[in-house]
């Protein structure tokens, strides 16, 4: 049976890739995880996850978790460094994570596949991107730094979503091979998203566009970063435009009528969107 390394086991990416991959008989599934003694990484390993100890900031500890390993699945930790490091530090620690995920990933000779991640979900957890509640109103509002026309690329439901193109991409095999797979079910302008949640939840609510600096006063250097992804977006909202050649669609990965879209994703969240 091939064996799957999954990093951030316990988060939502990576838990979403074992909850999948753990409903089927063709793999093994190993999480990877900086904390074998918390409660996740014990529930997974009760369920049949081989758990064993892996950190993006240590190479060595990469190359013992992918041994053996057919396939891995990576994510890097750039939010949880921004307080330490700042934006610029953080990108910094992050580039050397993708370098110690690509060194171990090339000294395992029995790796074939290395799927590496670069959700509609932030709507209900995400602090930045929540509903607000207007004291006093019942209302609502939907703070960002971005253009209430411009378009916001979502995942749909990215617990239940990442883990199906993650299989996807498994059974292609070669065909998936040095390709791209964009997990994005809805491109939704800003105001829509609104809309989407005033149906939902039967709830008022109205959409606030917020410049770069007055985020950054609230979030710090949060809504810094967050600031410069959205306006990013507003210039560049397909995404398979950038490198068309290498990209594989949904389609041919047999999951686009397998994802939860953002609409249902919605439904799904509808008693975590409104705040008590």
Not at 23 to 44: F, I
Not at 189 to 202: L, M, Q, S, W, Y
Request: charge should be negative; aromatic fraction near 10%; proline fraction near 3%.
């Amino acid at each position: 049976m091939s064996v799957v390394a999954v990093i951030g086991a316990t988060g939502k990416q990576g838990g979403s890739v074992i909850r999948q991959l753990l409903r089927s008989t063709k793999w093994k599934v190993r999480g990877v995880t900086r904390n074998l003694d918390g409660a996740k990484a014990q529930s997974l390993s009760r369920e049949g996850v081989e758990m064993v100890y892996g950190d993006v900031n240590d190479e060595s500890s990469l190359l013992r978790a992918f041994e053996g390993a057919t396939a891995v699945f990576a994510v890097t930790t750039f939010w949880e460094s921004i307080p330490i490091l700042g934006i610029e530090g953080a990108g910094e620690a992050e580039v050397q994570q993708y370098i110690n995920l690509a060194k171990a990933a090339a000294a395992t000779s029995t790796l074939h596949h290395y799927i590496l991640r670069a959700y509609t979900s932030n709507l209900a957890e995400f602090p930045m991107l929540r509903f607000v509640p207007i004291p006093g109103s019942g209302n609502y509002a939907f703070v960002a730094p971005s253009s209430p026309s411009a378009l916001f690329a979502l995942a749909g439901d990215m617990e239940t979503n990442c883990g199906i193109v993650v299989e996807g991409i498994l059974n292609a095999g070669s065909e998936a091979f040095g390709k791209i797979a964009i997990c994005i079910t809805d491109y939704i302008p800003f105001k829509d998203v609104v809309t989407e949640f005033a149906r939902v939840t039967g709830k008022s609510a109205v959409y606030l566009e917020i410049s770069d600096d007055d985020i950054a006063k609230i979030w710090g250097p949060f809504g810094s970063e967050l600031a410069s992804q959205l306006r990013w977006g507003e210039h560049y909202s397909e995404w398979a435009s950038f490198s068309p050649g290498r990209v594989i669609s949904l389609e041919e990965l047999n999951v686009s009528d397998k994802l939860v879209h953002f609409r249902q994703a919605m439904e799904n969240l509808k008693d975590r969107l409104v705040q008590v």
